[in-house]
């Protein structure tokens, strides 16, 4: 069982490794153009010499499908693809740029990582700009009568021709795409979906959870581990660290997680080690946790669960904001955030543990609990939507649904508590209250009838 559970645990610490680089390459604009780009070029070039060798012996019937004008209607054909398709990609890219800038004014600019990460959006780039660059460099192959032979690459022309329409049926879905992309549903159910994917990457059910040994407690002589560089922590090679504890017969706690906050030099961990050059096994240590620990300028989705969640809180932030006065967004938005708490009250958010190969604890890694991603998603909309009921009575509902999911009652009831005190802080009239009060029941109800739900 021991064994089978190491290759369950290799192979979810090889999807996190790939879901890192994965977004890593997908949050970036440019990858899928340039590729479509220099395609476009290898394709420009070579095409032109299969016309040169298989245009003459073309059959009769596909002069009804292939270009068949001179040296002067090819360059005019192709010069008006190259000039229209930079003005279409200009366009596009602007309309890209200001759909950006109302998701950042009017949602979150945490939301900005959604759109550059939007494969639509890279697709339709890349063919723009892969039309723009195959009619250039085809174009470079048209010869006129006096320039030593008269050459018009058919198949070329009218491949290039054939990229034009695509083009143009790809600005008509990219602009019905972006009318779609840039509503607030679609913006929470994008969200929604990455943080479920990151949550089902990142953390086990709790019926697959393991019985869960003594954390380690460092050693008074423990080597203090220091952050590599300042940054948010974006990922963890928990193999690497493994790895590197059992060759330094040594142990290892590091308290941050992905998503935290380092300062260079700060120490983020401990390590200690039995083996007989202790200072060497201990450098080889802390090396080891300096390249495993990936630290970016932002905070990412692939291993970081509370980032979603975060996403989600600061919409409605911004939704009950003065400025933006939109509390039905917020409620959608918490609606959203209630689904995914539900979610997460199922899983093993327990610190991760891995053993050495005699079943030892060699590396314990802490991550935040249920009541820490709780306090994430419920703090900030609670006291920002202290004036608006209709926040107020579905930050009721959110618990009460919390509590039917979750067996951890005394996070529920711990912000119960918080949410009443804020009610009676806050300007209602009678009717309000009596509505507030009556949803702050049900809370207490869904607490008392409760399923049982125990982690191993």
């Known amino acids: ?28 604009l440019w990858p899928l153009p340039v590729v479509g780009v220099l395609l476009a ?35 005019t054909l192709l010069a008006a693809i190259a000039s229209s398709l930079i003005t279409v990609t200009a366009l596009t890219f602007s309309l890209t740029v200001v759909t950006l800038q109302l998701a950042s004014s009017q949602f979150s600019p945490r939301l900005l990582r959604t759109f550059t990460s939007d494969i639509f959006v890279q697709t339709t780039l890349a063919i723009f700009l892969s039309t723009f660059t195959f009619a250039l460099t085809v174009l470079r192959a048209v010869r006129s009568g006096d320039q030593g032979g008269a050459f018009v690459p058919q198949i070329s022309v009218t491949v290039a021709f054939a990229l034009s329409i695509a083009s143009v049926l790809a600005l008509v879905l990219f602009l019905a795409h972006l009318a779609r992309q840039i509503r607030v ?45 300042s940054g948010f922590l974006t990922s963890i090679d928990e193999a690497e660290l493994r790895a590197a504890a059992i060759q330094a017969d040594g142990y290892l706690i590091i308290d941050c997680h992905p998503g935290s906050s380092l300062i260079e030099g700060v120490p983020i961990g401990a390590a200690w080690t039995a083996a007989d050059r202790p200072d060497e096994a201990l450098d080889r240590l802390q090396h080891a946790v300096r390249k495993s620990i990936k630290v970016g300028y932002e905070r990412t989705a692939a291993q970081d669960i509370g980032y979603g969640l975060r996403q989600l809180s600061d919409v409605v932030n911004k939704a009950v904001s003065p400025g933006i006065n939109d509390p039905t967004t917020a409620v959608h938005a918490l609606g959203h955030i209630s689904a995914i708490l539900c979610q997460l009250a199922n899983r093993d958010l327990r610190s991760i543990v891995l053993r050495g190969d005699d079943d030892e604890v060699r590396v314990v890694l802490h991550r935040p609990s249920f009541a820490e991603m709780v306090d994430v998603a419920v703090t900030q909309p609670r006291r920002y939507g202290a004036s608006d009921p209709q926040v107020m009575e579905r930050l009721f509902r959110l618990l009460e649904e919390l509590a039917w999911h979750a067996a951890d009652e005394s996070t529920i009831r711990g912000q119960l508590a918080r949410l009443r005190a804020t009610v009676a802080r806050s300007d209602f009239d009678d009717t309000e209250l009596t509505q507030l009060e009556r949803a702050g029941a049900q809370v207490e109800h869904a607490i008392t009838h409760q399923p049982d739900q125990n982690i191993p």
Not at 1 to 28: E, P
Not at 43 to 69: K, M, Q, R
């Open 185 to 229: 549903e679609t913006l929470l159910r994008d969200v929604h979906e990455e943080i479920i994917a990151t949550v089902r990457l990142a953390t086990n059910p709790l019926e697959d959870a393991r019985p869960q040994p003594t954390i380690l407690t460092p050693p008074p002589h423990a080597l203090q581990i220091t952050a590599p560089s």
């Open 41 to 75: 070029v290898a394709a420009g070039v070579s095409l032109p010499y299969l016309d040169a060798y298989v245009d003459a012996g073309l059959p009769s019937w596909s002069t009804a499908i292939t270009f068949g004008g001179d040296a002067g209607a090819a360059r």
């Open 1 to 28: 069982m021991d064994g089978q559970g190491d290759i369950i645990r290799t192979g979810c610490q090889l999807n996190r490794y790939f879901a890192s680089a994965r977004d890593a390459t997908r949050t970036k």
